[in-house]
C-alpha cells in the first residue's frame, strides 16, 4: 500500500530549559511543586542549591526541564550556572512584600545582563490568596512586566490559581521545533525523466 505523503510531518518533541528566580519564601518551590506534582504544602522548606524536576505538555509537545533555584544570598553566585542555556525564566515575587517584588526586579535586570537575548521571560506575582495582605498592586506589577517586554501573572501554589496557564503561557511563546520530515514507505523511488539511451555514431559512408 502507497505510503500517504500528504499526511502532516509529526513535530519532534521540544526540550526547554526553564529556570525559577526570586527572593527565598516567594514560593518558587510552592509553584513547581503545584504544577509538576499537584501538590501544595503550607511549610515547604527551602530549596539549596537548585532543585530539579520535568514536566511534559503532550497537546504543545513540550518537555520542560525545571530549575527551581535557592533565594538565599549565599547561593546567588551559583544562578548564573542554572540560568545560562535557558529558554525561558520565571522570575517570581510574593504579592505581600515590596522587598520582594524589588528583588524580582533585580533579577529581571540581571537576565536582561547576561542571559540569553531569545529567553523568553515572565513575572509571577505568587501568593495571589493573600489579597488582605497585598503590598504590591497588581497595575504596578504590571506596568512594570509591560516596561521590561515581561509576561505578567498573579498566581497562587496553594489555590492553584493561574499556576498551569503560567507554564502554558511560556510554552506556547517558545520558538517551534522544526518537523521531522516523512521518511517514504514502500515503494520503488524513480528517477523525474527516464534516462536516455546513448546516441549511436554514424556509420561511414
Known amino acids: 500500500m502507497a505510503a500517504d505523503l500528504s499526511a502532516p510531518a509529526l513535530a519532534q518533541q521540544q526540550t526547554a530549559k526553564l529556570v525559577l528566580l526570586g527572593e527565598q519564601a516567594a514560593g518558587k518551590s510552592s509553584l513547581v511543586l503545584r504544577y509538576v506534582k499537584g501538590q501544595f504544602f503550607d511549610y515547604q522548606a527551602s ?6 524536576l520535568t514536566k511534559t505538555i503532550p ?35 510574593d504579592i505581600t512584600s515590596t522587598d520582594s517584588f524589588n ?3 533585580a533579577w529581571v535586570r540581571e537576565l536582561q545582563r547576561q542571559g540569553s537575548p531569545n529567553m523568553i521571560m515572565a513575572l509571577a506575582g505568587n501568593k495571589a490568596d493573600l489579597e488582605s495582605a497585598r503590598a504590591v498592586a497588581t497595575e504596578e506589577a504590571q506596568a512594570y512586566a509591560n516596561e521590561a ?18 507554564f502554558a503561557e511560556i510554552a506556547r511563546k517558545l520558538p517551534k521545533a522544526e518537523a521531522a520530515p516523512r521518511q517514504p514507505q514502500g515503494g520503488i523511488v524513480l528517477d523525474s525523466a527516464p534516462a536516455q539511451a546513448p546516441k549511436k555514431s554514424a556509420c561511414c559512408a
Do not use: C
Open 149 to 166: 517586554g515581561l509576561f505578567f501573572l498573579e498566581t497562587s501554589a496553594k489555590t492553584a490559581a493561574n499556576v498551569n496557564e503560567l
Open 59 to 93: 497537546e504543545l509537545n513540550i518537555k520542560f526541564e525545571i530549575w527551581d533555584t535557592a533565594g538565599q544570598e549565599r547561593y546567588h553566585s551559583l544562578a548564573p550556572m542554572y540560568y545560562r542555556g535557558a529558554a525561558a525564566a520565571i522570575i517570581v515575587y
Open 47 to 52: 530549596t539549596v542549591g537548585a532543585a530539579f
Open 103 to 105: 528583588r524580582a526586579k
